[in-house]
């Protein structure tokens, strides 16, 4: 895979420029923990657009996932960053189902029994992370995947993970709030930067990212439209 491209960024001293990453991060956080509060009980047993996860093991893989912003940002280093915001990410080969994390998810998911004990979890400790994470010193240096970071890079970093994340939520409901256009128009630019090439502007963000990333096959105009990209596809973030 071509490597993927950095732009230009301010010094890390000017804090301004950290400003839209939390912001981002907040609002993006924010509109998936409410579309999940908003999701009747009975659609916690449709599918989720990950394959293989029902809606109520999407919201308990969030809730590991609110875990691990909570540990990252009191995880400091003190060495160098060795990634940032887009070489955080790996392009690794779609899952076979055979990872044991992926197995457990759905058994710890069904143990919660009633959505509403899944929705407190994810409520109490998903607001945890979203004031975590506006208390943060963007520029402090954090550990996480054996990577040393800027917490603002690790920030931007998971606003692809929450957008494409409430893009999985709301697949098969078709009544569902879906994510802010800013955080869709932002994951689609850093989906572009890690696989080091844009879609076509006539894909809408959603379907760039849903595409991109093998939550939907093309048809067979957008495979058109794509060229040699869509031999390239799909783009396995891990």
């Not at 071509?2 to 609002?27: E, I, K, M, N």
């Not at 998936?32 to 093991?57: I, K, M, N, Y």
Request: charged content about 20%; glycine content about 8%; overall charge negative.
């Amino acid at each position: 895979m071509p490597a993927a491209t950095r732009t230009r960024q301010p010094p890390r001293c000017t804090t301004g420029y950290y400003r839209p990453t939390v912001d981002l991060f907040s609002r993006s956080w924010s509109a998936l923990r409410a579309a999940v509060a908003a999701t009747p009980d009975e659609d916690f047993e449709r599918p989720s657009g990950c394959a293989g996860w029902l809606v109520r093991d999407l919201v308990c893989h969030l809730v590991i996932d609110a875990q691990d912003v909570l540990i990252t940002l009191v995880t400091p280093a003190g060495t160098e960053p060795t990634a940032d915001a887009v070489t955080y990410w790996d392009l690794v080969e779609p899952p076979t189902g055979e990872d044991p994390l992926d197995a457990l998810i759905p058994r710890l998911a069904a143990a919660y029994g009633e959505p509403r004990w899944l929705e407190f979890h994810l409520d109490d400790v998903g607001s945890a992370a979203g004031r975590a994470a506006g208390l943060a010193d963007p520029a402090l240096r954090v550990r996480t995947k054996d990577r040393v970071l800027t917490a603002g890079d690790y920030l931007s970093a998971y606003v692809l993970e929450w957008t494409l994340h409430h893009l999985d939520l709301i697949a098969h409901l078709p009544s569902a709030a879906g994510p802010p256009a800013d955080t869709l128009t932002a994951a689609r630019a850093a989906l572009e930067s890690i696989a080091g090439t844009r879609f076509p502007a006539a894909l809408s963000d959603a379907d760039a990212l849903r595409i991109g990333t093998g939550r939907r096959a093309p048809s067979d105009a957008e495979r058109a439209a794509m060229g040699d990209l869509a031999g390239r596809l799909p783009f396995v973030l891990g």
